[in-house]
Nanobody, 130 residues
């Protein structure tokens, strides 16, 4: 059974850093495009970053570009989101999601749309506050 478990969230001061992890089980991570999404209270879920199966192509939302870095370790079945220079507006529940894609597919990453992803974790809370 495909399962995604996020961890690494918490309370951090503005300007601080966190690294989120998404541990996958029940499937071969290397065959899936992975995305990180977030949802703040009262707002719709939005795409943060996506990464291709190989990790060679990535996509970032404009509001996090230059501050967040997505990466993956397929042998360890884990995807990461390094978040630096955090701002109060980054406060949200962060979710990782997976979708099976063909080997050279970059369309899914380019779009980085939640509607393309069928498997989701439970989320991890990130609170940026002084």
């Amino acid at each position: 059974q495909l399962q995604l478990v996020e961890s690494g969230g918490g309370l951090v001061q503005p300007g601080g850093s966190l690294r989120l992890s998404c541990a996958a089980s029940g499937f071969t991570l290397a065959e899936y495009t992975i995305g990180w999404f977030r949802q703040a209270p009262g707002k719709e879920r939005e795409g943060v970053s996506c990464i291709t199966r190989s990790g060679h192509f990535t996509k970032y939302a404009g509001v996090v570009k230059g501050r967040f870095t997505i990466s993956r370790d397929n042998p360890k079945n884990t995807v990461y989101l390094q978040m630096n220079s955090l701002k109060p507006e980054d406060t949200a529940v962060y979710y990782c999601a997976a979708v099976f894609t063909p080997r050279r597919d970059i369309t899914t990453v380019t779009a980085c749309s939640s509607t393309d992803f069928g498997s989701w974790g439970q989320g991890t809370q990130v609170l940026v506050s002084s």
